[in-house]
């Protein structure tokens, strides 16, 4: 199959680049191994808008974060994504603390962030009361915002399937060569592509789409970071991003609220063998409870709803690899792309998707469509808007996720959107159905039975999360006779 | 939007809904509206399709289904209206405000002068146990593998190790055996069952099911659907005892590891809850903090009868007839407070001076053989209750008799005593 | 030999007393239901049965169960009768979806009605 551009990865950072490109007259096609685009660290990460004051000035990681950060407001309000902006600290608890974080204030001074600056203890207290009362002065960082990393990935790849990016999910690549025709030719496990412009935004998965194409080889290392995450609660215990001294393993563990009202204690950092092993571990799961205790001495898992795990893609050298691909045409990549992953990627996107556009002297599009227009979710609505919305459409009025207020109507939306939910996880990522306190118990048959009429096919195909995830092993007439 | 006032909103149509609003009706109410969010009316019942319900109430032994059409017929039969795919939003615990939506009706406020809470509870997920491993398919609380089978017809997977020994867990370990599954395991944290007696016998020991006591689930292992756990032994401190690991391969894990009542609406609508029980703190009546507001059934605090349900409703729905119609005796209380032995004892609290019949119910704290339950008031012994076990799978009742309950001027204590 | 009552919930520890294979006393229980138990129990244990079955023409499979229990040891034979039954709606509760189980003369009747 031919296509002008091929773009490898559906994540944050893919999708990101897809839609810059889609304003441009070519043909493109995301592919990703994944069952749904946003399958690798786009789902499972801290969430942060990074201010952009960790990064060493100079490097890409600096300039594009706080470029990222910078377009995010309005371009949350454009795709219809979550977007708060509470601010963040960087705790210090001793002398040698504060060195660092005035390391980090000159950092974010020269990186081009707004306000930060150091305060007191008393100011910390006075900000976040419920602070371990130790700390000594912290960074403060006004515009540390915070996101849904998956749902911007969502409007990122409807936005681009409008403007008439393809989509191909559950396929994965197993080679790329460079044929005789000057193509790229690219095998899945499905299929053969050709493709003129290839873009490499394969996550983990970059250094060895990378390696194929390149004798400067990179090597990614896999470092996975454990999280908690609490139920929304009547009062959080903090406001803003709470974050601890930075390690040469990263940002250290935060806590945070989440942009949905959640609370967020995380990550752990461990370098691991495999890129898709995103089991949690008691140790990791210890590592950060312990660790939030530095910040938050009364730090407790109860109201957890769920422990998940992100991997990071780390680029042995740091930074970012972001351009064309060295000693080959018609080749980009974005390699390495770790925290401050998320906060960069309208600027990786917009970095990249513009180069290959004026390498390439691709043609703008007379006419670019606007992204959908997101309808606000029912449990947002107030009452008079809820019955409206229910006089409009019917399905408005069955609720079927009950912990977090999701409607029949909104989960079908979900799985019609241009690039629309085929799983259970997909659902839930889109509409918040079966991410509260009971976890899908009640929500998850009726969301099955949905997907299913949706897409046509027998509950027994429906998935959790793509492949063998399957949700039920046959009918019980089947098993009876099996059984006998 | 519709609005409209009614004397007496239930919330819910399980069986302790269904019951309140039967004895709300029989005491004269007619203007009186229940409320259910699923297609059909019965709640949790039908889909529990074991025999063993209702042998107090009926004195005979019926399937969920059977016992929960029972009072469907009678609901019907005295022409209590139930409005079903309706699912109540908030409530207002000041002006007694309703907000409920349906496709069929739409966003509707009603007003109601006394709403009983009757919305049952929920179980406990995985999230809440912390369990680590992977987040793959195959992992389900117990019952909603049992709506999967029962209900739809669906088998969720074929070897199955459950980890918790709730009664759900134990009657989904004999369903899925008799529909062809293979239950390799049924794994407890604690040192005893938090399940009937009768189920560990009928549904372990009759299919060769073992019982692992003081064990728990320490590994989940499969990327998209489950392929295994690991199981270890825990020590006094519920902690995993190294060496002690035990794999198994299996591709469904059930959880029945606790129900958890489902206040959220009691508590937008700012009743007091129990942090023991997890549901309101009520009176002898089963009125909560707010007036007018009463609960009761599993969102009230969790049964394992549905016989003590029905009953514990019916008391509801009469409170709440009287409440309508200006005869419910108010005023002082007396509290009630957990003694040694004794956890989250309901109802709270006693209104003083009134003499009728009050059943106490608890929870034991731990397992006491041949031991008594005995309740004081103000040091004074008022009642007392031998049983030759106390065990905190099963809620204890003792009941205080009208005479006993006129003359109560004092706090009143329950205590579990060794013999 | 010590056995517990599954008549209900309160589940009685009981000791029963054999002699030739015949009970010669019951001890523990708290009513008389639990002496007949313990007497079947020991000589012919019985088991009602519960299980649901595919319908034609319904979404929803019917629950059933065996009017009074039959023996345990028949439990498996049951289900297999169970799994060749072939219903199609509607049924009523109550109405015998299999007649005479394995040849105990127990019936196997709808619990719930399904279908119009």
Redesign the interface.
Known sequence: MYTDILIIGAGVTGCAVARVLSRYEAGITVIDRGADVAEGASKANSGIVHAGFDAHPGTLKAKLNVEGAKMYPALCEELGVPYSQPGALVLGFSEEDRQTLKTLVRQGEENGVPGVRLIERDEVLAMEPNTNPEVVCALYAPTSGLTSPYEMTFALADHAAVNGAKFRLNEEVEGVTKGQDGLWHVTTDKDEHTCKILVNCAGVGAATIHNMMSSDLLHIIDRRGQYYLLDRMQTLPFRMTMFQCPTKMGKGVLVSPTVHGNLLLGPSAEDIEDELDTSTTAEGLKFVLDKCRLTWPKATTRGTITNFSGIRAHEEKGDFVIGAVGGQENAYETVGIESPGLSAAPAIGEMVGELIAREQGLVKKGQIVPPIARKKPFHAMTTEERAEAVAENPLYGNLVCRCEVVTEAEIREAIRRPVGATTIDGVKRRTRAGMGRCQGGFCSPRVAEIISEELHIPMTEVTKCGGTSRLLVGTIHDAMKEGC | MNSKCVDILVIGAGPAGLAAAIAAKEDGIDNLLVLEREHNPGGILRQCIHNGFGLHRFKEELTGPEYAQRDIDRAREMGIEIQTDTTVLSVDGKTHTVTCVSSAHGVEIITAKAIILAMGCRERPRGALGTPGTRCAGIYSAGTAQKFVNLEGYMPGKRVVILGSGDIGLIMARRMTLQGAKVLACVELMPFSSGLNRNIVQCLNDYDIPLYLSHTVIDIKGRERLTGVTVAKVDANRQPIPGSEIEFDCDTLLLSVGLIPENELSEGAGVKLSPLTSGAEVDDVLQTNLPGIFACGNVLHVHDLVDHVSNESFRAGHAAAAYVRGQLSGGDTLDVRDGDGVRGTVPQRIRKGVSEEVDLMFRPSGVFRNATCIVTCGGREIARKKAPIFTPGEMAVVKLKPEIVAGLDDTVTVTIERS | ME???????????LSVTLENGQVTSVT?NTCKRGEIYARQECVDPQ????????VAGS???L?V?TRTPIP?KL?DEC??A??AVEIAAPVK?GSVVLANVCGTGVDIIA??SVGA
């Open positions: 056995i517990t009552c599954i008549n209900c919930p309160v589940g009685c520890r523990g088991r009602m049965v519960t299980a649901v079955i595919p979404a929803m499979p629950s169960k345990k439990i289900m297999k169970l799994s509760a619990t719930k």
